[in-house]
């Protein structure tokens, strides 16, 4: 195996050991200082909205139990170490060659951001709210946090400039 840029590879864990894993492989990655090729250990997980005895609940859910994601650079060092941490079972892909994820396996597992949501807004640009309380409201963008992906919007309401926090897809630039 030959040195290469950092991939997103699945490992095969034992069943709910997956925390587990996580825990030890960062804990080797630390002790051995591997952390320039050992990027990133996930275990992705989703807030699900379950029903017992009549209450709501939202309690987190593995997304993959049984596997753990790893973002490395491939080579010997970090497959002998990833492969013989205590709960791995193997890397996904034939026999003892892992298959790094595809861009859109990434894309679709939520590892990356999609570029595409950033928007063309600046503070200071007008826009009109396309959904929700204030549909058809037009504001001064006072605000942006690209990585919440809201923007406050300063609105005029009773005469007085009250700022309100929208999603990108609420609103729409004023030509």
Not at 38 to 63: A, C, D, F, M, Y
Not at 82 to 95: D, E, H, I, K
């Amino acid at each position: 195996m030959s040195e290469t840029e950092a991939l997103w590879y699945v490992v095969h864990t034992y069943s709910g050991y997956e925390n587990k894993v996580k825990a030890n492989l960062e804990k080797i990655i630390e002790s051995r200082g591997m952390q320039e090729q050992i990027l990133e250990v996930s275990v992705p997980i989703q807030n699900v909205v379950e029903v017992k005895n009549g209450v709501k609940k939202t309690v987190p859910r593995k997304v993959f139990p049984g596997y753990v994601l790893v973002f490395m650079h491939m080579n010997d060092e970090t497959w002998y170490v990833v492969r013989n941490t205590r709960g791995v079972t193997s890397f996904v892909g034939p026999g003892s060659k892992p298959v790094p994820l595809s861009d859109e396996e990434i894309r679709q597992m939520g590892l990356i951001e999609d570029y595409e949501e950033v928007i063309d807004l600046a503070v200071g640009d007008s826009v009109r709210i396309t959904a929700g309380p204030f549909e058809d409201s037009i504001g001064l963008v006072s605000e942006i946090n690209q990585s919440r992906k809201v923007v406050v919007v300063s609105l005029s309401i009773f005469g007085r400039e009250t700022p309100v926090e929208l999603d990108y897809v609420q609103i729409e630039k004023m030509i």
